[in-house]
């Protein structure tokens, strides 16, 4: 029985059996909604045990045979270096470029420093000038240090498994599964679930590890996502605006709230974003904030061959050999270096721009005229969406799917608890296992394996990250129209008095 049946039933008001008897109708309406409650507490723990189950066995146990033995930089290593007073060792894969740039600046003034870092040092400052807000910021209270900024990355690790467990509760609530989750262990589990989830993440992760400022804007889309979702658009705007001024994609989400009226997102992310912009052209000059423009165009016509570039650009380079794919060790020419770019490629560049321009048209466009029952599903979709179709999208850059994974859960878990006949059951319990195996696949990192492939016709495979978004997305899109909660007279007439 779907939920706006129990709606009618409770109501007296569903013709048919259920509503010759209203007595009869709210005892069927508990008994379904109490073997909903325990199929979601026994779901809810099993997926627990499976994120613990599938991050020990090929996070640590097969993790020498998925790495190679080379022990890629983990979490562990940079706490030890931070620990060890090694800052000088930490991975700046963003800070370093940052730096640059604001250094630059601080020496040379109001000139075209995307000119001279990006084009001409090869230094891949691929930032709007909005971003050295930061340094400014940390500057001015005396924390411009490289340890400080691991510490704040791992602090938004922190928040990013808190906010998870945060979400994970509200979505339990508001999918109505509120009374399956009332008891303490309960709870407990779903906030651990939640939290573990997070530091299981392998774009979480390698975010952390590498020392990417993506840390800020997965913890900063987490609780976007749980801001959203308890009806605080205006909190839900300052946080993707803010995001705006280190990830300029983000800015589309001002587009997917005007066109759905949200005006009180639109509001929070212009109180943000517009001081923001005006305060980086009063440091640095309007003209050169505006020739950011001119490294867009270039990363839009070239793109990355690198492996880690999971988007269409990056695949399509790696199927032609138009470019490294690998990270080398010799002195070769064929090496992947971090200061340049694949070259450039006609193909590439229109395919890029036409798979860029659909999914985000779809991200904008998908439920403009109805969010549905859910419309969180909307918000999550132009996420993946506007993630999937940029020219460059690293490892780091799929934490946004981490929400994604915990509404789907609960959506899978309503889908599969309500239906009535054995095969729709049989489908949703299918997709759960589909959710389970791609979650497993998006928090270890297979890349070492398929690294053999770089130089053959298969190397397609090496986008499986990509992949399993797209397998993610088309979950979110064909699950939309999930029953949800029932109305609160519902839940109230469900309960044994």
Request: overall charge neutral.
């Amino acid at each position: 029985m779907r939920s706006k049946d129990f709606v009618r039933a409770a109501e007296g008001t569903l013709e048919g059996p259920l509503g010759g008897n209203r007595t009869n109708a709210v005892d069927i309406l508990a008994a379904n909604v109490l073997a909903k409650d325990r199929f979601a507490a026994w779901t809810v723990s099993v997926a627990f045990l499976f994120v613990l189950c599938a991050d020990t066995l090929l996070g640590v146990v097969f993790r020498p045979y998925l790495d190679g033995g080379t022990g890629d930089t983990t979490v562990w290593d940079v706490l030890l270096l931070v620990a060890g007073r090694s800052p000088e060792r930490l991975p700046l894969d963003s800070w370093e470029p940052m730096m640059t740039a604001f250094s630059w600046l601080r020496e040379h003034g109001k000139e075209n420093v995307y000119d001279a870092v990006f084009f001409t040092q090869h230094v891949k400052f691929q930032y709007p000038l909005t971003s050295l807000l930061v340094m400014e910021a940390l500057s001015a209270v005396g924390l411009l240090h490289l340890r400080i900024y691991a510490l704040i990355n791992l602090l938004m690790v922190v928040a990013t498994a808190g906010g998870m467990a945060l979400l994970m509760r509200d979505l339990a609530e508001r999918m109505g599964f509120d009374r399956a989750m009332r008891g303490g262990v309960s709870r407990l589990t779903l906030a651990a679930l939640g939290a573990v989830a997070a530091l299981c993440f392998y774009p979480v992760v390698k975010a952390f590890a590498v020392g990417q400022i993506q840390v800020w804007l997965n913890a900063a889309f987490v609780f976007a996502t749980l801001f959203y979702l308890r009806d605080q658009r205006v909190l839900a705007g300052v946080l993707l605006g803010a995001s705006t001024l280190i990830k300029p994609q983000m800015s589309l989400f001002l587009a997917w709230a005007l066109l759905r009226r949200e005006w009180g997102f639109a509001i929070g992310w212009a109180a943000v974003v517009l001081p923001g912009f005006a305060a980086a052209c009063a440091l640095y000059g309007f003209g050169p904030s505006l020739h950011y423009l001119d490294v867009l165009s270039f990363l839009g016509q070239h793109g990355e061959s690198y492996y880690s570039n999971q988007t269409v650009n990056g695949l399509l380079h790696r199927l032609l050999h138009n470019g490294p794919n690998l990270m080398s060790t010799t002195n070769g020419d064929t090496e992947w270096r971090g200061s340049a770019f694949a070259p450039y490629h006609p193909l590439v560049h229109i395919a890029t721009l036409v798979s860029g321009v659909a999914f985000v048209l779809f991200g904008l466009l998908w439920r403009i005229r109805n969010g549905g029952r859910q419309p969180i599903a909307s918000f999550l979709v132009a996420g993946t969406c506007f993630t999937i179709g940029t020219p460059i999208a690293w490892v780091p850059h799929y934490g946004v799917l981490l929400p994604v994974c915990a509404y789907l859960l609960f959506v899978l878990i309503d889908r599969a608890a309500l239906e009535r006949s054995s095969g729709d059951r049989r489908r949703n319990l299918g997709r759960l296992m589909m959710l389970g195996a791609g979650f497993a696949i998006l928090s270890n990192d297979f890349f070492h394996p398929l690294s053999e492939l770089a130089d053959t016709s298969y190397n397609i495979l090496q986008s499986y990250l990509f992949f399993t978004a797209l397998m993610l997305l088309h979950l979110l899109v064909t699950t939309a129209d999930a029953p949800g909660e029932p109305s609160p007279d519902a839940s109230r007439a469900a309960r044994p008095s």
